[in-house]
Structures are given as C-alpha cells and as structure tokens.
C-alpha cells in the first residue's frame, strides 16, 4: 500500500531553514538539506547534464588565475579547449572550475527546482508573494578555487551538495560595501561593484558542507571560495547549487531602483526601495515604463528581474 507522501507525490529531497523560527526572506538565513542525496545531483547526471547544456552555451568556464576580487568573467568555451569528457575526467586537478546555467532549461531539473519551490512556499510567501521565474545554477570546482565577488538580481537558495566550500554573504542592506548608485547600476545594467578587501570584515562567513545552505536575499553581495584542507584521493570535488527565484517583491524593488537611477541623474538623493511604501508605489509604474522604454530603444532584451 502506497504511503500518502508518495500518492500526493511528495519528494523526499527538501530545503528547510535551519532556524526557522527567525528566518525571513528579507535577510540571509542559513539552510539544512538533503538535496545532495538527489538522483540528479550526482557527478555522473551532472557530466550528462552539462553534454545537453553545452550547444545553447550553457556551460560556462572560468580562466585559470581568478580570484575573489576579480571580475565575474566565465567564457563558453574552456580555456584550454577540453571537451566536456575531458573537464569532468580532470575535474579533480586543482583549480578546476565549470558552472552549469539555467539547468531549468531541461525539463527534469526544471521539476526539481520547482519541487524545492514549492516545498518552500510556507516560508517565501507570506513576506514576498508572487513567485516566478525559477533558475538553477551548479558550481564544480577544485581547491583550489573561487567565485568573485557579485551581486545577483534573485532571491538565492544556495546549497553544497559535495566536498566543501565557504561563502560570504554581506546584508543586503549594508550601503557601505554596494552604495545605492551601485545598486541601481547593476539593475539597470548589470555593472558589477568592485571587491576590496575591506569589504570582508562585514560579511557572514559560512564554512558548509554536504547539507547546508544560505538563503540570501536579492542584490545581497557574496562570494565564495573552497581550499584544499578537505581533500583526500577520490573526494577532491565541491559541488554546490543556486536555486534562484523572483518575486512581485524583487520586481517591484527593481523597478524603483530603474526610477530612482534617473533621479539620481538628475542630481536627487532618492529613498532607498523599501523606507517609502507611499513612494515606492508611486515609483515603481514608472521605473517600469523607463527601463521598458530603454530596452525597446536599444533593441535589447532586458535581464531577466531587471524591472
């Protein structure tokens, strides 16, 4: 006889907050799972995964050299020109690093990352309602190795799955690390914040491993690295997942920082999204309709979650 979790077909790979009593989608949160037991979250799926990503430009490599304060540059190719057999034969060299995109573009991982969703929905939408556009990024490197220091437009439920990594995680709302023109900046057009290394003392430093995670809201700086006190033969690889997500709450915020980047042009000190319900709401229409209009100019399509 079929249990009821198996006849509603609920999934026994889950997210929870490892604090639930204190989580809030408004700030960075750390997160228990079991997603690194998935079947698809294995290396073999991952090396089969990456072979059906790889014609739409879907992986995605890092030059060898980059470190935490370097630009956020990953090239299509790899720089030594491997096949995708070869990266994952080798993956184990240090310093090896391959990043698959929007695994969501394939239909069974898209079901995972809305299985993770909507296992979640208890906790995101009471605070930010709305939920679209459900991303998923994998990150496989060797120590040792890093992802600079960014930015993202989502909302983050990020997860190590294999080995280990450390993350920094800054507020959100920290304006001494990203001013608010820098903020907009990247909205409007995805121009990065530089890295100083002044900015580490006000993270949140995370040392995870197989099982834990860190939500982190929109726009909250972060970056990660992973070194070789870990590594024994045979288990030399981290593995970690983004599972990413917009709400009527991040676009309505982008659309005020697309107004508030032409005040600011203007030579105005706008509010910040978030301290004006009354002027947010008389904002956010018309951000919409500038940076609409700018992409149609430009003949550009807009970022996903840039208004």
Not at 60 to 78: D, L, N, W
Not at 173 to 189: K, L, S
């Amino acid at each position: 006889m079929k249990s009821m979790d198996a006849e509603q077909g609920a999934s026994p790979y889950r997210v929870w907050p490892a604090e639930p009593a204190s989580f809030s989608t408004r700030r960075m949160s750390p997160l228990r799972h079991n997603i690194n037991e998935h079947p698809l979250f294995q290396l073999s799926a991952l090396q089969a995964l990456a072979h059906e990503l790889m014609p739409a430009g879907q992986c995605r490599f890092q030059r060898p050299g980059a470190t935490q304060g370097s630009a956020f540059v990953h090239e299509p190719k790899h720089p030594q020109g491997l096949s995708i057999d070869e990266v994952f034969a080798r993956m184990e060299e240090p310093g090896s690093w391959l990043a698959l995109y929007n695994v969501e573009t394939i239909p069974r991982y898209q079901a995972a990352l809305d299985r993770i969703i909507d296992d979640l929905r208890p906790v995101i939408e009471p605070e930010q309602p709305g939920i679209f556009l459900v991303t998923g990024f994998i990150f496989i490197s060797a120590p040792p190795s890093v992802t600079p220091f960014h930015i993202d437009r989502e909302n983050n439920f990020w997860l190590q799955l294999r080995g280990r990594k450390t993350m920094n995680v800054w507020d959100c709302a920290d304006r001494e690390v990203i001013p608010a023109p820098g903020v907009e900046g990247f909205i409007a057009g995805g121009v990065q914040t530089p890295y100083q290394e002044s900015f580490r003392a006000r993270s949140s430093e995370f040392n995870t491993g197989p099982g834990d995670g860190v939500y982190f809201p929109s726009t909250s700086p972060h970056m990660t690295r992973t070194d070789t006190s870990w590594v024994k033969p045979g288990d030399g690889i981290s593995i970690s997942l983004g599972v990413n997500f917009y709400t009527s709450v991040t676009r309505r915020t982008a659309q005020v920082h697309q107004f508030n980047r032409i005040l600011r042009r203007m030579g105005m000190s706008p509010s910040y999204p978030g301290q004006s319900a009354a002027m947010d709401s008389l904002k956010a229409p018309l951000g919409h309709w500038i940076a609409a209009a700018r992409y149609r100019r430009l003949g550009a399509k807009a970022p996903p979650g840039a208004y």
